[in-house]
């Protein structure tokens, strides 16, 4: 199910549609009534009324490869038609996983201070390199990888990263 890390939810959310497609499946829980209904604010003011909550086990496709937390989480359900599931700060935040940082840290970042050792002159243009010259400089920095202490044994798995 597609999902969308969001740092202004406080809380996770999935639609009673997409819940109802993960129940078909099997193995999930009963929703739970809230004591208090919340209210949840989008980002163009609308507001949804969340008045359920399930406990759902996740697993996260990313770069590095499928991350699933041992424990499930509680996520509020809403009854507006929504196509992704909102991974909310409840989540990212113990998981580790800071966005608003990872914003700053790319932020503070200027061309000056990227400690490039490569000058490039005002003439230098960006352009479309050729699929075979790719795949060389790709089999290259894989090869230095394994020539400076890479595993062996997760070359296939750093192959599919790159491929």
């Given at each position: 199910?597609?999902?969308?890390?969001?740092?202004?939810?406080?809380?996770?959310?999935?639609?009673?549609?997409?819940?109802?497609?993960l129940?078909?499946?099997?193995?999930?829980?009963?929703?739970?009534?809230?004591?208090?209904?919340?209210?949840?604010?989008?980002?163009?003011k609308?507001k949804?009324?969340?008045?359920?909550?399930?406990?759902l086990q996740?697993?996260?496709?990313?770069?590095?490869?499928?991350?699933r937390?041992?424990?499930?989480?509680?996520?509020?359900?809403?009854?507006?038609?929504?196509d992704?599931f909102?991974?909310?700060?409840?989540?990212?935040?113990?998981?580790?996983?800071?966005?608003?940082?990872?914003?700053?840290?790319?932020a503070?970042?200027?061309?000056?201070?990227?400690?490039?050792?490569i000058?490039?002159g005002?003439?230098?243009?960006?352009?479309?390199?050729?699929?075979?010259?790719?795949?060389?400089?790709?089999?290259?920095?894989?090869?230095?990888?394994?020539?400076?202490?890479?595993?062996?044994?997760?070359?296939?798995?750093l192959?599919?990263?790159?491929?």
């Open positions: 199910m597609p999902y969308c890390a969001d740092t202004g939810a406080e809380k996770s959310i999935i639609s009673a549609r997409k819940l109802k497609e129940e078909k499946l099997g193995g999930l829980g009963k929703t739970s009534t809230l004591a208090r209904p919340i209210v949840c604010e989008t980002v163009g609308h949804i009324l969340a008045q359920r909550s399930v406990l996740i697993m996260l496709h990313t770069a590095a490869g499928p991350v937390p041992v424990k499930p989480y509680e996520v509020l359900v809403i009854d507006e038609d929504e992704e909102i991974l909310g700060e409840d989540i990212l935040d113990d998981l580790g996983i800071s966005i608003d940082r990872q914003l700053e840290q790319l503070e970042r200027t061309s000056a201070d990227d400690d490039d050792p000058a490039f005002e003439d230098f243009l960006a352009g479309c390199t050729p699929d075979e010259e790719v795949r060389q400089a790709v089999e290259a920095m894989i090869a230095k990888a394994m020539e400076n202490g890479f595993p062996p044994e997760k070359e296939g798995k192959r599919t990263i790159v491929y």
